[in-house]
Structure formats: structure tokens, C-alpha cells
């Protein structure tokens, strides 16, 4: 069984520069595995934040970006802000079979 | 404006059926892959469907394979989720999702499902 790990809480300063990360329980993340990114405000859909490992969504501000850091995916916020304080989940692709396993999810406080 | 409209939702009791619908609007719906995700109360996200393009390329995640099945019409711009033996685990908010580049770009506002006695 697959296992994508998040961190289950962070927390960061307003301003301040946060990067969550997104593994395998075994193995390494890459592009291949068109690591995704959302974010979730309490009671709302899941809003899409950076496609194919880089890439922002449409109307996604630029404080968000995407990588592969060390074997995982991911998502820096750079100056953190208020509303960013949300639950953030990724997801990779692990092919025909598989296809789509999301990572628990990590929720940021911003304080 | 891309809307994806889920319906059908509600209580069933356990073992029993329910089909999921989703309207879509705002863009070409037979030109887009489709999933549906889910997510228990208090839990985190679950993909458990995709339909492609063409109907014949259809995948289930393993928790729910042999029970629900996919499907669309791209005539009626919708996606469909026939869920059959249900069981308490079951029980979440179902989102519609659009694929893109193999991740969800659009998502629905999502339809609550409790299974129950």
C-alpha cells in the first residue's frame, strides 16, 4: 500500500517563509509523479495551488511555489499571510492501478 | 466560469444504493477527464474514481472497485457515480473533480453521503 507523508501541523509567523513537504514511505518523489498541491479553508472544496511539481494554478498568487526538495515535493509560502492558515494536501500519481494517492494533509497555522 | 454541481446525496442504509451526479458547465466537457474524491468527516482527501475522454479508460481505487462504477454523458455534460453495497465507511462528502495534467484543477462544492441504519 502507498503512503504519501505530509506533516500533520506547522505553524509559522506572519511574514515569515514556510515549506511544506510531501514523501513516499518508501521511495523518492519526482516529476514523474505529477506532485499536486491544494489547499482547503474549513467548510469549502479543495482550491488547486500548483500543478505537474511547479506550476501555479490560474490566480494563484506567487508567495506559493512548488519543487522537488531532497526526494520530496514541495509547496513554499513565501511571507506568509493570515489567510493562509488552511489545511494543505498533496498528491501523487503512481501510475495505472494506483493512480491517485493524497497525503494526510498538513494544517498550517499562521500565528 | 468552469462549475462542476454535484447531487444526489443523502442517507442510505448500509448494503443499500445511491447515484451520484455531477452537472458541469463553463467548458468542454468531452474534451476533459474526470474523477471523483472524497473525504470522511474529520479525514483527509480520497481519490477513488477517473473516467477519461474516451469512456472505455475507466479506474477505481481499490476500497471501492467492484461496488461503484464511473460513467458520463458527454450529451448532458455529466458525470455519474453508481454506488452500489455501501457501507459505513463509506459515508463523506463526494467531489466532482476535473483532470488536468494529472492533477484536480476544478472541484465542485461537493454532496454529503452518510451511510447509516
Known amino acids: 500500500q502507498t503512503v504519501v507523508t505530509q506533516e500533520p501541523s506547522l505553524s509559522v509567523s506572519p511574514g515569515a517563509t514556510v515549506t511544506l513537504t510531501c514523501g513516499l514511505g518508501?521511495?523518492?518523489?519526482?516529476?514523474?509523479?505529477?506532485p499536486s498541491w491544494y489547499q482547503q479553508m474549513p467548510g469549502q472544496a479543495p482550491r488547486s495551488l500548483i500543478y505537474?511539481?511547479?506550476n501555479r494554478s490560474s490566480g494563484v498568487p506567487d508567495r506559493f511555489s512548488g519543487a522537488i526538495l531532497e526526494n520530496k515535493a514541495a509547496l513554499t509560502i513565501t511571507g506568509a499571510q493570515a489567510d493562509d492558515e488552511s489545511d494543505y494536501y498533496c498528491?501523487?500519481?503512481?501510475?495505472?492501478?494506483?493512480?491517485?494517492?493524497f497525503g494526510g494533509g498538513t494544517k498550517l497555522t499562521v500565528l | 466560469e468552469v462549475q462542476l454541481v454535484e447531487s444526489g446525496g443523502g442517507l442510505v442504509q448500509p448494503g443499500g444504493s445511491l447515484r451520484l451526479s455531477c452537472a458541469a458547465s463553463g467548458f468542454a466537457f468531452s474534451s476533459y477527464s474526470l474523477n471523483w474524491v472524497r473525504q470522511a468527516p474529520g479525514k483527509g482527501l480520497e481519490w477513488i474514481s477517473y473516467i477519461g475522454i474516451s469512456t472505455t479508460t475507466i479506474f477505481h481505487a481499490d476500497s471501492v472497485k467492484g461496488r461503484f462504477t464511473i460513467s458520463r454523458d458527454n450529451a448532458k455534460n455529466s458525470l455519474y457515480l453508481q454506488m452500489n453495497s455501501l457501507k459505513d465507511e463509506d459515508t463523506a462528502v463526494y467531489y466532482c473533480v476535473r483532470d488536468w495534467h494529472y492533477s484536480f484543477d476544478f472541484w465542485g462544492q461537493g454532496v454529503l453521503v452518510t451511510v447509516s441504519s
Open positions: 505537474y511539481t511547479e
Open positions: 518508501s521511495g523518492s518523489v519526482s516529476t514523474n509523479h505529477f
Open positions: 498528491v501523487l500519481y503512481m501510475g495505472s492501478g494506483t493512480n491517485w494517492v
